[in-house]
């Protein structure tokens, strides 16, 4: 174990070293190094993927289940969709020595910012192998250097993709250094990597909430945390019905192991009638099973072909991952939203109305990253918001909100110009 914190501590200088040069190394560098990676990605997929069929096998041995063994899955769609992302991110403004809020003092003091990017990134991470892409990608545009280290059942793809990923900026003349893998899957080294506030500057945990809460309770830097989504929609009495459907079903089935899948749906007595047989008929075609309060139980149990179970207190404000959903009929908005404030995590909530008002209130009043009108939460994401990817999805107000991207990886600097002044 000795040996492996010295280890650490080593990754945690020499990324501390490149994070200087990294700070003002050209856009066109940075853009050529992530060309490469997307590149490596295209031409070593076999490579990739053997590494990949490792961690399927270790999972399904380990009794690790469908969802999250689809988590881990890596194909050739896919890694040519991490492909794409990281050329999105080379195409994106570099937002490194952006000069903003310039003004003039009375003393002629020309004051204002200049973006720069904060070090050194520290990121722990599970299941995923992609997040080693996209935090790699986001970090190096934002001429941050980052240390990641990633979950046991993922660890013959993520060395595979953190080994591209530093031959792929080293030919670029980016240091090699910039990208530090933990190869060391020993949870006793979590807690070793906390402490290294001398080298990380901010620490972006991934994962179930037991462990993002153990990262936000332990680090001695900076932490940006989030990812645990308790999604709402709420279909108010205005609602169109099909759309409503389409949305809820989108938001709960399109991928129900993620985040920003849909948990509860909240739904306004007026429309519950005709709204909820047509939802729990086609969340049927997914084989959702659907956790009813006793308004909503007794509009549906005459339908024998639908999966329902009497909700529990323990299913308002649960993330269920799974083709599971909540459903509550609520009397009205206020209800819906003293639900949401009740029980939310603060992720991502939908409203699914015909009424201005009624949206416009929802819009403002539910505290969330992402509030949604007549959309599915699935939406929440660094690429699809034109990001390019995402660190994380911060459920924070302090420093970023929401999926990360380059801007929220930066932090500025006051510069100031002088032509003799000093102060009387």
């Not at 914190?5 to 200087?20: F, Q």
């Not at 690790?64 to 991490?82: C, F, V, Y």
């Not at 990262?215 to 308790?230: D, K, L, R, T």
């Not at 932090?411 to 032509?419: H, T």
Request: aromatic fraction near 4%.
């Amino acid at each position: 174990m000795k040996d492996a914190i010295k280890d650490l501590k080593a990754k945690g200088k020499v990324a501390k070293e490149a994070s200087r040069p990294l700070a003002y190394i050209s856009t066109d560098i940075k853009n050529k190094a992530l060309r490469n990676i997307a590149e490596d990605l295209r031409t070593c997929t076999a490579e990739i993927l053997a590494a990949n069929k490792i961690d399927l096998q270790q999972a399904d041995a380990n009794g690790i289940n469908e969802t999250m063994q689809d988590r881990l899955l890596l194909n050739a769609a896919r890694l040519e969709g991490m492909a794409k992302d990281v050329l999105v991110v080379a195409g994106l403004p570099d937002p490194v020595g952006e000069i903003f809020d310039m003004r003039t003092m009375p003393n002629n003091l020309l004051i204002g910012k200049k973006r720069v990017p904060l070090g050194v990134i520290g990121a722990m991470y599970e299941s995923r192998p992609n997040v080693t892409i996209d935090i790699s990608a986001l970090c190096l545009k934002s001429g941050n250097a980052v240390i990641l280290r990633g979950g046991k059942e993922a660890i013959n793809s993520n060395v595979a993709l953190a080994k591209l990923v530093q031959k792929a900026i080293k030919r670029a003349g980016v240091p090699a250094n910039a990208v530090q893998f933990v190869e060391n899957t020993d949870r006793a080294l979590v807690t070793e990597m906390l402490k290294l506030n001398e080298y990380i500057d901010l620490m972006i945990p991934r994962g179930g909430e037991p462990f993002v809460k153990f990262v936000i309770e332990n680090a001695a830097m900076p932490v940006v945390a989030g990812g645990i989504g308790v999604c709402h929609t709420f279909v108010d009495s205005s609602a169109d019905i099909d759309k409503a459907v389409a949305i809820v079903y989108n938001a709960k089935v399109q991928k129900p192991s993620v985040c920003n899948a849909l948990d509860t749906i909240l739904v306004h007595q007026v429309i519950a009638e005709d709204y909820l047989p047509a939802v729990a008929k086609e969340l049927a075609k997914a084989g959702v099973e659907l956790h009813c309060d006793k308004a909503s139980l007794k509009i549906l149990k005459s339908d024998d072909s639908l999966k329902l179970k009497a909700a529990v207190e323990a299913d308002w404000g649960k993330e269920f991952l799974a083709l599971i959903a909540a459903i509550k009929v609520v009397d009205s908005l206020d209800e819906a939203l003293a639900h949401i404030a009740k029980y939310g995590s603060g992720h991502s909530e939908a409203i699914i109305t015909e009424d201005y008002s009624s949206g416009m209130r929802f819009l403002n009043e539910v505290d969330a990253a992402c509030v949604y009108i007549n959309a599915s939460t699935r939406f929440t994401d660094g690429s699809q918001f034109g990001l390019g990817a995402e660190v994380g999805i911060s459920t924070q107000k302090m420093h970023a909100r929401g999926p990360l991207g380059l801007k929220e990886l930066t932090s500025y600097k006051w510069i100031i110009f002088g032509s003799g002044q000093v102060r009387p």
